[in-house]
């Protein structure tokens, strides 16, 4: 498990490719599969321009990153999976966000997803397992995420990984 390699365009290319991955597996019926990706490709073109951004900064003119507003995440990391021949086997983004009810910062796993032909070996546990120590690195008082009710695999994953569920959001279709 390493951090993800903001100059290797192997890299860049497997997270942009895992980020379409999640989609896939079922979704509420109001949403569009184009939806989803499109929202998706938006998010990822983000997190890897800010990252690009900070270590660009960080090198070139020794200058920190933009301090984050209030709400804005005060950090995040990306997290690459290596299979034992170091092919690229998942991912996980996880980041920092204020806690809405208990108003202090938590690690939030925005996104995670194993590669296919890897699925079943605990990358996905060792993934999550590698957000945990992340979040307890940074002295972060807690782990969350949003997964849809329909992924049963992922939020049995998270279970065991011991989440449990906190909220449930609901919708009409006006
Ligand atoms: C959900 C997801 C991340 C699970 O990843 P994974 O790498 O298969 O997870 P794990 O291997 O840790 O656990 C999955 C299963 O493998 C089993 N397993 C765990 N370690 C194992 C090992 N060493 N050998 C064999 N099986 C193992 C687990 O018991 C579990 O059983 P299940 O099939 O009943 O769920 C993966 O299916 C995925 O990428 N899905 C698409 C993207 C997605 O939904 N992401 C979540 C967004 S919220």
Redesign the pocket.
Known sequence: MRELRVDDAADLAFVRA?ME??P??GFPSWFTLEQLVERQREMVAALLDRLATRRLGATTCGALAPRPARDEPVAEVVLVAESDAATR??FAWVRTVIDHFGRVPVAH?E?????PG???????????QQAEAWARAHRLAGLT????PE?T??R???E?SGLAPEMLRMRKVL
Do not use: K, P
């Open positions: 895992m991955r999640t896939s597996v086997a998942g796993i996104d995670l997803a194993t590669a890897h699925e079943g070996q605990g990358i996905g546990a060792a993934l999550v995420l949003n997964v849809w992924n695999r992922a049995a994953l998270y065991r």
